[in-house]
Nanobody
Framework: QVQLVESGGGLVQAGGSLRLSCAAS????????MGWYRQAPGKQREFVAV???????KYADSVKGRFTISRDNAKNTVYLQMNSLKPEDTAVYYC???????????????WGQGTQVTVSS
């Protein structure tokens, strides 16, 4: 069994910062990419940022220059530092990871339960 647990969401004023964390635990053999997605009310879930186990990163255009993704491979944890937050960043943020379980060959996607980020104007 594998679990992803997010933390760090909350309410912040526009221009403020938040740091999200997501820790993977369980029978983990190896982790490839880890990333963040978000879903605002009435909208589809959208990509925010991703980082590979080698440290390569990719960001959605809407967050470039404001958000920074990083990871601690020893802790199986990914972070999202969010600066200069805007009201349009309000959403439930979900952690995603490509994980190969111990004794398995293939990778599959796992998702966290989501953490609410609310940015007030």
């Amino acid at each position: 069994q594998v679990q992803l647990v997010e933390s760090g969401g909350g309410l912040v004023q526009a221009g403020g910062s938040l740091r999200l964390s997501c820790a993977a635990s369980g029978s983990i053999g190896s982790i490839h990419a880890m990333g963040w997605y978000r879903q605002a009310p009435g909208k589809q879930r959208e990509f925010v940022a991703v980082i590979t186990n080698g440290g390569r990163t990719k960001y959605a255009d809407s967050v470039k220059g404001r958000f920074t993704i990083s990871r601690d491979n020893a802790k199986n944890t990914v972070y999202l530092q969010m600066n200069s937050l805007k009201p349009e960043d309000t959403a439930v943020y979900y952690c995603n990871a490509e994980i190969r379980r111990i004794a398995y060959i293939t990778y599959r996607d796992y998702w966290g339960q989501g953490t609410q980020v609310t940015v007030s104007s």
